[in-house]
């Protein structure tokens, strides 16, 4: 690096943007990489604290920070992210198309742990919509030694370390169970919740029915839907452990694999799902969906609109985050319910 007097630096070229902060008002890149000196540029340059500027001689072994930064990026994307430009050594990703956001977070922590290499994003297992930005990359110093980049290549090995699931245009069906309900002594106010919540996600409801009790009839119910070819079942009512809510065991004699009966998440904890031989999925909605504004219904909802395979690692993930605060202002998802 060699140290150049600011008034002696006409006709050199800037390797590095130079920031310029006019407080309250703005903050950004006054002077670009590339840049080449003038006479008009000198007042700016001392106004600005540069009386003296840095000139690198690069050599083989070395990246500058726009190139590391560019490197970083591309072992982060898919195909359904842009690229911004950089701007003060960061990239940032953004969102081409609405879906889910999945990050590796275990090969974000490795790249992270390598010195002067820094990568942040969003929550892994959000919903974000086009436009969104995902993350932000850089490296700390104006230039880096070009092993720490490949280093990090290294982990990645060429698989995205961030993408985006999109969402897929399913079509759904919902089973009502309930005595009171299909009785008619009591309105359905829980069905027109979960449409809601469904269309959200491109989701359209296009089957319905209503059942008592009785095991049977809900797994009739269940397979009448399953027999029209609905990407997605819903069964909301009778998930408590009371001896007369059946709607678990109906579930099972339908044929799904249940990965799981209970989440740790509250409200939300006598949440079940499951999945047909063909990966068709099936959810039981526990009652807090219908009174609660957020519960564990908002956190899976996103990766089965998705299309993305829920384990029963996934659910015992969600305890760490997994309490809901029940604000007065609710600001989900701008919060930490369900934030692994």
Not at 240 to 262: H, K, L
Not at 298 to 310: F, H
Request: charge should be negative.
């Amino acid at each position: 690096m060699k140290r150049i007097d600011t008034i002696n630096a006409i006709g050199h070229v800037l390797c590095h943007d130079l920031t310029r902060i006019v407080p309250g008002e703005w903050k950004g890149a006054q002077f670009r990489k590339g840049h080449v000196v003038s006479q008009e540029d000198i007042p700016m340059l001392l106004s600005m604290g540069k009386d003296h500027l840095f000139v690198f001689e690069m050599d083989d072994r070395h990246l500058h920070e726009n190139d590391a930064a560019e490197r970083l990026g591309e072992l982060c994307k898919n195909e359904w992210m842009c690229a911004s430009d950089i701007i003060e050594g960061k990239l940032e990703l953004s969102a081409a198309r609405d879906g889910l956001f999945i990050v590796d977070t275990k090969r974000l922590t490795q790249i992270n742990s390598i010195e002067e290499i820094v990568i942040a994003t969003r929550h892994t297992h959000t919903a974000v919509k086009a436009g969104d930005v995902l993350s932000a990359m850089r490296v700390i110093p104006l230039v880096i030694d070009k092993s720490k980049i490949e280093q990090a290549e290294a982990i990645g090995a060429g698989v995205p370390l961030v993408r985006i699931a999109p969402f897929k245009p399913l079509k759904a069906g919902i089973v009502t169970t309930g005595n009171e309900v299909f009785s008619g002594r009591i309105e359905d106010r829980f069905t027109p919740i979960v449409k809601d919540k469904l269309s959200a996600f491109g989701i359209e409801t296009i089957w319905h029915e209503t059942t008592d009790d009785a095991p049977e009839h809900i797994q009739n119910a269940i397979l009448k839907l399953r027999r029209e070819k609905a990407d997605l079942i819903l069964c909301t009512g009778g998930m408590s452990v009371d001896p007369d809510d059946c709607t678990p065991a109906a579930i099972r004699q339908s044929g799904a694999r249940i990965v799981t009966y209970g989440a740790p998440v509250m409200p939300g904890a006598m949440l079940l799902i499951g999945y047909y031989p063909d990966g068709v999925p099936v959810l039981g909605l526990p009652g807090c969906v219908m009174y609660a504004k957020t519960t564990v219904f908002d956190l899976v909802l996103p990766r089965v609109a998705a299309g993305v395979e829920i384990t029963r690692g996934d659910i015992t993930k969600l305890g760490n985050g997994g309490l809901c605060l029940k604000c007065k202002v609710c600001t989900y998802p701008n919060c930490g319910f369900g934030k692994e």
